[in-house]
């Protein structure tokens, strides 16, 4: 009679810093291509030139501002309340994306920069931006 051989069963383990290794091996690759990437886009090239621009000229916004004592400037040039409405006429005629930026005193009375908003807004144009300062920290 031969003896039994009992057979003890082992757990399969699974080992934890063997995988860490690999993880932290395809981490270092990943870095060390992305920023090989960088270097492979600046490669050095005399480009033709093409017949049409490549971003068309942006004209800067004209501005309106409001004084303190309720007068308005366009563009620094002093002008009256009637003749807002026939600048921005021309304005949105002679430009096809006209810009407008409101600057106001900050002492101007609330109604005087609503009414040149309403105007801009009644004359079809469409970017209008309001002039501000960054407030300074502390207040």
């Known amino acids: 009679m031969t ?5 003890t069963l082992t757990r399969a383990r699974i080992e934890i810093i063997p995988l860490i290794d690999v993880i ?3 981490l270092a690759t990943f870095v060390l291509f992305t920023l090989s990437l ?3 886009g600046n490669i050095e090239l005399t480009l033709p ?3 049409v621009e490549k971003s068309p000229h942006i004209p800067d916004p004209i501005t309106v501002s409001v004084t303190a004592g309720g007068g308005l400037y ?3 040039i002093p002008i009256g309340a009637e003749t807002l409405r ?8 002679s430009s096809p994306d006209p ?3 409101v600057a106001g005193d900050i002492h101007a009375s609330y109604g005087t920069a609503v009414h040149v908003l309403d105007t801009v807004r009644a004359a079809g144009i469409d970017k209008v ?3 501000t300062r960054v407030r300074p920290t502390g207040r």
């Open 99 to 101: 810009r407008v930026l």
């Open 129 to 131: 931006s309001i002039e």
């Open 49 to 51: 030139t093409g017949g």
């Open 86 to 93: 026939t600048r921005l006429d021309l304005l949105r005629e």
């Open 38 to 40: 960088n270097k492979i």
């Open 3 to 7: 003896p039994l051989r009992t057979r």
């Open 74 to 76: 366009w563009d620094g």
């Open 24 to 26: 932290f091996f395809l």
